[in-house]
């Protein structure tokens, strides 16, 4: 109707495959950035073999909080679905 707001992903089912998507786009994420993470840990140690206290553990401890970020968020999305599904 003209003038109405478009009311996006109010019926449980749309919601559900929104909320599946974006965990997909999570795997896809955290893929991604596993090989990233062996691409710059290589590069890093065949390099700065001697500086891992100042390079490498700082960098190893950024994509653990990373890859805990996503992995929550996963989570958090699946109970989401289950929730919904029952």
Sequence with gaps: MPGELPRLYTDVG??????????????LMMFLNLIILSANMTNLLSYIQDR??????????????????????????????????N
Excluded at 14 to 27: A, D, M, P
Aim: glycine share 10%; net charge positive.
């Design 52 to 85: 891992f206290w100042g390079i490498i553990f700082p960098v190893l401890l950024i994509y653990l909080l990373l890859f805990g970020l996503m992995g929550y968020g996963y989570m958090k999305m699946g109970k989401k679905i289950k929730k919904m599904e």
């Design 14 to 27: 749309s919601l559900r495959e929104q909320y599946k998507k974006i965990q997909r786009v999570l795997i």
